[in-house]
């Protein structure tokens, strides 16, 4: 069974930083680009920072240097290192996987975890 778990979400001062972890299971990490998106209230959806599996990265503009993406395939784990954080950071985050090979083959979410920033 594919499962995401996330956690590292919480509540931090504009300027501080955060890492967000996301522990996928049921064997795809290694098939699959892993991403990370938020969404916050009233807003749709949006993608914050993608790697591929293996390990190009790409990041939406707002947070290109401050963010960084990486995962560790050993330990089946994606992370998201948020520096630098500003008040509309604040979002649900969310980690994706997207599997392109194998027998589970399809799109995964996680469960979210809440980032609030505070000015």
């Known amino acids: 069974q594919v499962q995401l778990v996330e956690s590292g979400g919480g509540l931090v001062q504009a300027g501080g930083s955060l890492r967000l972890s996301c522990v996928a299971s049921?064997?795809?990490?290694?098939?699959?680009?892993m991403g990370w998106y938020r969404q916050s209230s009233g807003k749709e959806r949006e993608l914050v920072a993608v790697?591929?599996?293996?390990?190009?990265?790409n990041y939406v503009d707002s947070v290109k240097g401050r963010f960084t993406i990486s995962r560790d395939n050993a330990k089946n784990t994606v992370y998201l290192q948020m520096n630098s954080l500003k008040p509309e950071d604040t979002a649900v985050y969310y980690c994706?996987?997207?599997?392109?090979?194998?027998?589970?083959?399809?799109?995964?979410w996680g469960q979210g975890t809440p980032v609030t920033v505070s000015s």
């Open positions: 994706n996987a997207d599997v392109r090979l194998g027998r589970n083959r399809g799109n995964y």
């Open positions: 049921g064997g795809i990490f290694n098939l699959a680009v």
């Open positions: 790697a591929s599996i293996g390990g190009v990265t």
